[in-house]
C-alpha cells in the first residue's frame, strides 16, 4: 500500500507542467487562483492514489490550471480528475435533456427584453402605419449571416438545420423553413401565423433591391403595439431542440454539415470569428465591461480562425495522441441520431442521446490504430462537446429569424436605410444581450457540472474514509504480531492478504 508521502508526490506529477513558484507575468491575484487549483487537483489525486492505488496516467493534460478563472473548464477538468469519460458524458446527457426548455425560454424572455428596451424608451409604441403599407424592405442577405437559407430544408442535410418541415414549407411553423419557402416562392404574398405578410422579389425596381423581402403586418392581426407584436413573434415556434444543438456542436467541431453543404471558408471563418467573441464573453467577469477588444482579433487569432475554417470545410479535425491523427464526424451518424429523435418519447429520449453520443466518441476512437489511445480520444471528444455547447446555443441567435425581428425594430428606431453590416456587427450592438444570455447558459452548465462533481467527491470521501479505518485495523494488527514475535516477512504477507 503506498504511503501518504508517496501518493502526494503522485498527485504533484500531474502539475508537472507548472512551476511551483508563481508566475510574475500572471500577478498576485492570478497567481492565486493557479496555486489554489494546483492544490485542489493535488489532493483529489492524492485520494483517489490512496483509495485505488497509483495508477498510471491516461488522461490529457488539465488546461484549466493555466488559466485563470473560467469555472467551466476548471469543473470540466475536476470531474475528468474524479472519475472521467463516464462522469462527463453524463453531464452532457442530463443538460441535453433536462435544460432546453428552461434555456429556451431564457433566451426567449432576454429577447423580449432587449427588443423591448431597443424600441421603448420607457413606453410601449404603437406599430408605426408604414408596417402596415408599404412595408419594411429586408435584403435576404443582411437576415442570413450564416447562410442557413442556402440549404434547402427539405433536402437530405436541411433536415438537421430547420424544424418542422412540412410539405409545404410556407405551411411551416417554424420561421426558417417558412422564410425558404417563401424564398421560393418568388413574387407571391405569403403569411406567417397570421402575424405577417411576406413577399419575396429575385429581381427589385426603383424602391427595392434585387433579391429583397418585403414585410407588411398582416391587416386581421389584432395587436396594435409594436412590443405586443415583437413577444408575440418571439413566442411563436422554437429557436433550437436537442437534436439541433448536438447537430451545431458537432458540426462546429468536425464541420460535416459544413463539408456536406459545401460552405464557404469565408463563412467558416465567420463562424470562428462569432466562436472566438462567444469564448470571450464566456471568461469574461460578471461586472466586466464589453468593449471593443471582444469583436476585434490579433494576427495569431485570426490565423487560427483560418486554420479552423479550413479543416471544417474539409469536414476534418486534428487530434493529438500518441500520434497526431486526423479525425471525422460521419453527417450519416447525425441522419440516424435525428431520426431515432423524431420517434423518441419522454422515457426514452435519454437515452437515445447517450447511445448515439457514445457512438460518436467511439468512432473518434476507432480512427487511431493504437487501442491505448482510445480513452484518452473519448475523453478528448467529450470534452470538445462541453467546450462548444454553449457556444451552439449562443450563435443560434444569429439565426435568419431572431435577425428577422431585430432589423425590422433597427429600421424602425433608426431609418429604414439602416442594416447590421454583418454577424459580428450585429453583436456588437447588441453585446449585453448575448453576454447575458451566454452568462446565464454557462450558470445553467456549472451547476449540472457541480452536481455531477458533488456526487463524486461525496464516495471518494467515504472511500477514503473507509480505506483509512481499514489501514489502521491492519496497523495494529501488524503491531500485535510483532509483540509476539512474528517475523517481518510474514507480516507483511498477512498484511497483503488483508
Same mark, same amino acid.
Given at each position: 500500500?503506498?504511503?501518504?508521502?508517496?501518493?502526494?508526490?503522485?498527485?504533484?506529477?500531474?502539475?508537472?507542467?507548472?512551476?511551483?513558484?508563481?508566475?510574475?507575468?500572471?500577478?498576485?491575484?492570478?497567481?492565486?487562483?493557479?496555486?489554489?487549483?494546483?492544490?485542489?487537483?493535488?489532493?483529489?489525486?492524492?485520494?483517489?492514489?490512496?483509495?485505488?492505488?497509483?495508477?498510471?496516467?491516461?488522461?490529457?493534460?488539465?488546461?484549466?490550471?493555466?488559466?485563470?478563472?473560467?469555472?467551466?473548464?476548471?469543473?470540466?477538468?475536476?470531474?475528468?480528475?474524479? /472519475?472521467?469519460?463516464?462522469?462527463?458524458?453524463?453531464?452532457?446527457?442530463?443538460?441535453? %435533456?433536462?435544460?432546453?426548455p428552461?434555456i429556451?425560454?431564457?433566451?426567449?424572455?432576454?429577447?423580449?427584453?432587449?427588443?423591448?428596451?431597443?424600441?421603448?424608451?420607457?413606453?410601449?409604441?404603437?406599430?408605426?402605419?408604414?408596417l402596415?403599407?408599404?412595408?419594411?424592405?429586408?435584403?435576404?442577405?443582411?437576415?442570413?449571416?450564416?447562410?442557413?437559407?442556402?440549404?434547402?430544408?427539405?433536402?437530405?442535410?436541411?433536415?438537421?438545420?430547420?424544424?418542422?418541415?412540412?410539405?409545404?414549407?410556407?405551411?411551416?411553423?417554424?420561421?426558417?423553413?417558412?422564410?425558404?419557402?417563401?424564398?421560393?416562392?418568388?413574387?407571391?404574398?405569403?403569411?406567417?401565423?397570421?402575424?405577417?405578410?411576406?413577399?419575396?422579389?429575385s429581381v427589385?425596381?426603383?424602391?427595392?433591391?434585387?433579391?429583397?423581402?418585403?414585410?407588411?403586418?398582416?391587416?386581421?392581426?389584432?395587436?396594435?403595439?409594436? %412590443?405586443?407584436?415583437?413577444?408575440?413573434?418571439?413566442s411563436?415556434?422554437?429557436?433550437?431542440?436537442?437534436?439541433?444543438?448536438?447537430?451545431?456542436?458537432?458540426?462546429?467541431?468536425?464541420?460535416?454539415?459544413? +463539408?456536406?453543404?459545401?460552405?464557404t471558408?469565408?463563412?467558416?471563418?465567420?463562424?470562428?470569428?462569432?466562436?472566438?467573441?462567444?469564448?470571450?464573453?464566456?471568461?469574461?467577469?460578471?461586472?466586466?465591461?464589453?468593449?471593443?477588444?471582444?469583436?476585434?482579433?490579433?494576427?495569431?487569432?485570426?490565423a487560427?480562425?483560418?486554420?479552423?475554417?479550413?479543416?471544417?470545410?474539409?469536414?476534418?479535425?486534428?487530434?493529438?495522441?500518441?500520434?497526431?491523427?486526423?479525425?471525422s464526424?460521419?453527417?450519416?451518424?447525425?441522419?440516424?441520431?435525428?431520426?431515432?429523435?423524431?420517434?423518441? %418519447?419522454?422515457?426514452?429520449?435519454?437515452? /437515445?442521446?447517450? %447511445?448515439?453520443?457514445?457512438r460518436?466518441?467511439?468512432?473518434?476512437?476507432?480512427?487511431?490504430?493504437?487501442?491505448?489511445?482510445?480513452?484518452?480520444?473519448?475523453?478528448?471528444?467529450?470534452?470538445?462537446?462541453?467546450?462548444?455547447?454553449?457556444?451552439?446555443?449562443?450563435?443560434?441567435?444569429?439565426?435568419?429569424?431572431?435577425?428577422?425581428?431585430?432589423?425590422? +425594430?433597427f429600421?424602425?428606431?433608426?431609418?429604414?436605410?439602416?442594416?447590421?453590416?454583418?454577424? /459580428?456587427?450585429?453583436?456588437?450592438?447588441?453585446?449585453?444581450?448575448?453576454?447575458?444570455?451566454?452568462?446565464? /447558459?454557462?450558470?445553467?452548465?456549472?451547476?449540472?457540472?457541480?452536481k455531477?462533481?458533488?456526487?463524486?467527491?461525496a464516495?471518494?470521501?467515504?472511500?477514503?474514509?473507509?480505506?483509512?479505518?481499514?489501514?489502521?485495523?491492519?496497523?495494529?494488527?501488524?503491531?500485535?504480531?510483532?509483540?509476539?514475535?512474528?517475523?517481518?516477512?510474514?507480516?507483511?504477507?498477512?498484511?497483503?492478504?488483508?
Amino acid at each position: 500500500m503506498p504511503t501518504t508521502d508517496n501518493t502526494v508526490s503522485n498527485a504533484n506529477s500531474l502539475n508537472s507542467q507548472i512551476s511551483d513558484k508563481p508566475n510574475p507575468k500572471l500577478g498576485k491575484a492570478k497567481s492565486g487562483v493557479l496555486d489554489k487549483k494546483k492544490k485542489v487537483f493535488g489532493k483529489i489525486a492524492a485520494a483517489k492514489a490512496m483509495v485505488e492505488g497509483v495508477k498510471k496516467k491516461t488522461t490529457s493534460s488539465m488546461d484549466s490550471i493555466n488559466n485563470d478563472g473560467n469555472s467551466l473548464s476548471f469543473l470540466t477538468d475536476l470531474i475528468k480528475s474524479l /472519475i472521467g469519460y463516464a462522469a462527463l458524458l453524463d453531464v452532457v446527457i442530463n443538460f441535453l %435533456t433536462n435544460n432546453i426548455p428552461e434555456i429556451e425560454e431564457l433566451i426567449k424572455s432576454s429577447l423580449k427584453d432587449e427588443l423591448h428596451s431597443l424600441v421603448s424608451c420607457g413606453i410601449n409604441p404603437t406599430i408605426p402605419t408604414f408596417l402596415y403599407n408599404p412595408g419594411i424592405i429586408i435584403e435576404v442577405s443582411k437576415i442570413d449571416f450564416l447562410d442557413q437559407l442556402k440549404t434547402d430544408p427539405s433536402s437530405f442535410f436541411g433536415a438537421l438545420m430547420y424544424n418542422d418541415v412540412t410539405p409545404q414549407l410556407t405551411n411551416s411553423k417554424d420561421f426558417n423553413t417558412f422564410l425558404y419557402g417563401v424564398i421560393q416562392d418568388d413574387g407571391n404574398q405569403n403569411t406567417w401565423d397570421g402575424m405577417l405578410d411576406i413577399t419575396f422579389n429575385s429581381v427589385g425596381n426603383l424602391t427595392r433591391p434585387n433579391n429583397a423581402l418585403t414585410i407588411k403586418v398582416n391587416p386581421s392581426f389584432n395587436i396594435t403595439k409594436l %412590443t405586443d407584436l415583437n413577444n408575440s413573434f418571439i413566442s411563436k415556434g422554437t429557436l433550437f431542440d436537442t437534436n439541433k444543438i448536438v447537430n451545431k456542436t458537432i458540426d462546429s467541431i468536425y464541420g460535416s454539415i459544413s +463539408n456536406a453543404t459545401q460552405k464557404t471558408l469565408k463563412q467558416l471563418e465567420t463562424e470562428a470569428k462569432i466562436n472566438d467573441i462567444i469564448d470571450k464573453m464566456i471568461e469574461a467577469n460578471a461586472n466586466e465591461n464589453i468593449d471593443d477588444s471582444y469583436f476585434t482579433f490579433t494576427n495569431d487569432e485570426v490565423a487560427k480562425q483560418q486554420e479552423s475554417a479550413t479543416w471544417r470545410k474539409k469536414g476534418l479535425a486534428k487530434l493529438q495522441t500518441s500520434t497526431n491523427i486526423v479525425v471525422s464526424m460521419p453527417p450519416q451518424l447525425l441522419i440516424d441520431f435525428n431520426t431515432e429523435m423524431s420517434g423518441a %418519447t419522454t422515457l426514452n429520449k435519454k437515452e /437515445i442521446v447517450k %447511445t448515439n453520443i457514445n457512438r460518436m466518441a467511439e468512432q473518434n476512437a476507432s480512427t487511431s490504430p493504437d487501442p491505448k489511445d482510445h480513452t484518452a480520444i473519448k475523453l478528448d471528444f467529450i470534452e470538445n462537446i462541453i467546450k462548444t455547447l454553449i457556444k451552439s446555443f449562443a450563435s443560434a441567435i444569429i439565426s435568419p429569424k431572431i435577425l428577422f425581428i431585430f432589423l425590422i +425594430n433597427f429600421k424602425i428606431v433608426y431609418g429604414q436605410g439602416k442594416d447590421y453590416a454583418d454577424a /459580428i456587427d450585429f453583436m456588437k450592438l447588441s453585446k449585453n444581450l448575448f453576454k447575458l444570455i451566454i452568462k446565464k /447558459i454557462t450558470k445553467r452548465f456549472i451547476k449540472e457540472l457541480i452536481k455531477v462533481s458533488l456526487v463524486y467527491i461525496a464516495k471518494l470521501t467515504s472511500d477514503m474514509a473507509a480505506k483509512r479505518q481499514v489501514e489502521k485495523a491492519s496497523d495494529k494488527k501488524s503491531q500485535i504480531l510483532s509483540l509476539v514475535g512474528v517475523p517481518q516477512d510474514a507480516i507483511r504477507m498477512i498484511k497483503g492478504l488483508m
